[in-house]
């Protein structure tokens, strides 16, 4: 179990594309469930929001997330199947840089597939914040970060500066990503 250091934009590892896991690295899964784990909780305590990491986060270019909203659920291999034609727009956040926010658009629902830390197969259908949330964490696993995203070069804003956006574009989170 470690607090690993999150690496933050600029980096050019954030970009990498990460790489499946090979069915049945319990090893590597079990420090990754912890360390993305303790990694998550440590943000969210020195910043007050924080639901989901991926492995790319801390350096590990692995196809793997963390997710702590509302359950805790770690997701390997995940794959995106039929997104949705309906987008939604909303204001991102990310603990790769946390004193910025994106705006961005996003598919309002998906169906996720991906197996569980017992390596069982999963398929479930994805809306509302989750949605939103795991597009997120899934472009990380593509060398995609959400300034990528931004709708265009005016939709970026300093987290200080979050009183005077529209508080429609903000999903009804207790804590960001």
Not at 54 to 81: F, H
């Amino acid at each position: 179990m470690a607090i690993r250091d999150i690496i933050k934009l600029g980096n050019p590892k954030l970009l990498e594309k990460s790489i499946d896991v090979e069915i049945g690295d319990n090893a590597l899964i079990q420090l990754l469930l912890e360390d993305l784990a303790d990694t998550a909780r440590a943000f969210n305590r020195q910043y007050g929001w924080g639901r989901a990491i991926s492995a790319i986060q801390i350096g590990v270019a692995k196809r793997v997330i963390y997710i702590d909203a509302p359950e805790q659920m770690l997701l390997i291999n995940p794959q995106v199947v039929n997104p949705s034609k309906a987008m939604i727009t909303i204001w991102d956040d990310c603990m790769s840089f946390p004193d910025l926010l994106v705006k961005v658009k996003r598919h309002q629902y998906f169906s996720l597939r991906y197996l569980d830390k017992n390596w069982q197969q999963q398929e479930r259908l994805i809306d509302g914040e989750l949605s939103e949330l795991l597009q997120h964490e899934l472009d990380h696993l593509d060398g995609i970060v959400a300034t990528m995203r931004a709708i265009d070069g005016s939709q970026i804003a300093l987290q200080s500066e979050k009183q005077h956006l529209d508080p429609s574009l903000f999903a009804n989170k207790v804590s960001n990503h």
